[in-house]
């Protein structure tokens, strides 16, 4: 795992990984801590693609120029697939689970 502190850190993930997963995730939320729980049984399965954890708390700038840069509004919690530069597919809130994870990232 590796948590995303700066834009340069953001655009580093990126061109290393054409396929990955970006992870929201607010400290303070409690749905946002059931969304990690989540996503965390999802990455434990192990044949997962590359992912990155933003904390919004401390990465404010880097979640900004996640939404401005892919046309996704912010909100957290959020699972943002990403694939060859575009979003594949994306979730907010409840609709992070293991299951649909799965379903949408293959």
């Known amino acids: 795992m590796k948590e995303l502190t ?5 655009e580093q993930f ?3 990984n054409p ?11 409690p749905i946002s801590r059931e969304a990690h729980d989540e996503f965390m049984r999802y990455t434990e399965e192990g044949d997962t693609k590359p992912w990155a ?3 919004v708390q401390n990465a404010r700038p880097v979640s900004n120029e996640v939404a401005e840069r ?4 912010h909100e ?3 699972v943002l697939y990403v ?4 979003v594949a597919w994306h979730a907010s809130h409840w609709n992070i689970t ?5 379903q949408a990232i293959k």
């Open 19 to 29: 396929e990955g997963i970006l992870f929201k995730h607010s400290t303070t939320c």
């Open 70 to 73: 892919f046309g996704v509004k």
């Open 14 to 16: 990126l061109q290393e």
């Open 83 to 86: 694939k060859n530069g575009t």
């Open 98 to 102: 293991e299951k649909n994870l799965k």
């Open 53 to 55: 954890m933003i904390i």
């Open 76 to 78: 957290s919690p959020q």
């Open 6 to 10: 700066s834009v340069e850190e953001l």
